[in-house]
């Protein structure tokens, strides 16, 4: 192992002081609502620090990371998760190129994701194929990682995109992937996509129960003058189906709010997006 390394002993310790929204099912007031920090990336590339600075102290509980992370020093990790600390804001998860699960670089990303205190390293993309073995490789890597991961505490997990839910030959390669990965790795819903791709994202969460641990609340709407440009509930996501789904059979432990970008910018839209969500809470 690489001096980044953290032992199995020193992760369960962090997974102790978890909240415990991780380990069973929770009450909504229970479970923590992150930012995916894709949604301020122009702030992350001029402060990085400033700008998760910024998000945690408007109240976000927890942040993902996405693949720029990868390219951080072992201090640079180490600095990123004091800071966590210091804000008391967690990682649960990190987003992760198809690449990062590669025999060449799976243990660089997961002993980073160690040093981070994550639980899930979620693979946030897979060129669209064309064929239903094609996606059934994609789980056969994904089912490798775990066993790789499985030492060490951390899961995989699977983002979707909108190709997921074109069907190849009548399946739908999101089906693909579930059926053929270890119960296990996190099913991680974009719900944005799914609506866009005309997909219903309440029947996936009760078609899977258990494996949506995660959902990137991305807001979506069929105006195409607006498209991913709403805030959350401004837009066709039905959130209080959608929250009651994954809080009673999705097995959901945190929630992450995404934006693409809206009239706003980017700490103004994450501010508003984590007003409208605790409007939509209370």
């Known amino acids: 192992m690489s001096a980044m390394s953290v032992t199995r002993r020193s992760f369960l310790a962090l997974s102790a002081a978890l909240p415990w929204a991780l380990k069973a099912s929770a009450?909504?007031?229970?479970?923590?609502?992150?930012?995916?920090?894709?949604s301020v990336r122009e702030g992350l590339k001029k402060d990085l620090e400033g700008t998760v600075r910024a998000v945690g102290q408007m109240g976000y509980q927890c942040v993902e990371f996405y693949a720029p992370y990868f390219d951080w020093s072992e201090s640079q990790t180490k600095q990123m998760r004091k800071l966590l600390d210091d804000l008391g804001?967690?990682?649960?998860?990190?987003?992760?190129?198809?690449?990062?699960?590669?025999?060449?670089?799976?243990?660089?990303?997961?002993?980073?994701?160690?040093?981070?205190?994550?639980?899930?390293?979620?693979?946030?993309?897979?060129?669209?194929?064309?064929?239903?073995?094609?996606?059934?490789?994609?789980?056969?890597?994904?089912n490798r990682a775990a066993d790789t991961?499985?030492?060490?505490?951390?899961?995989?997990?699977?983002?979707?995109?909108?190709?997921?839910?074109?069907?190849?030959?009548?399946?739908?390669?999101?089906?693909?992937?579930?059926?053929?990965?270890?119960?296990?790795?996190?099913?991680?819903?974009?719900?944005?996509?799914?609506?866009?791709?005309?997909?219903?994202?309440v029947a996936w969460i009760k078609a899977n129960p258990g494996r949506i641990h995660s959902l990137h609340l991305k807001e979506w709407s069929s105006d195409p003058a607006k498209g991913y440009k709403v805030l959350l509930g401004e837009g066709d996501a039905k959130w209080k189906d959608i929250f009651a789904a994954a809080e009673s059979v999705g097995g959901v432990e945190y929630y992450l709010i995404e934006q693409e970008g809206s009239r706003f910018d980017e700490l103004e839209t994450a501010r508003r997006c984590l007003q409208s969500y605790r409007a939509m809470r209370a």
């Open 89 to 142: 804001v967690r990682c649960y998860s990190t987003h992760n190129e198809e690449k990062f699960f590669s025999p060449e670089n799976i243990n660089r990303a997961r002993d980073m994701n160690l040093i981070l205190g994550t639980k899930y390293m979620v693979q946030s993309w897979s060129d669209p194929k064309t064929s239903i073995d094609a996606w059934k490789a994609v789980a056969d890597n994904l």
């Open 27 to 38: 009450s909504a007031s229970n479970i923590p609502v992150g930012l995916e920090l894709y």
């Open 149 to 201: 991961l499985d030492s060490s505490g951390l899961k995989p997990g699977y983002h979707n995109h909108d190709a997921e839910w074109k069907p190849i030959n009548g399946v739908r390669p999101l089906e693909v992937i579930a059926k053929n990965t270890k119960p296990s790795i996190m099913l991680q819903l974009d719900v944005g996509t799914c609506l866009e791709a005309g997909a219903d994202p």
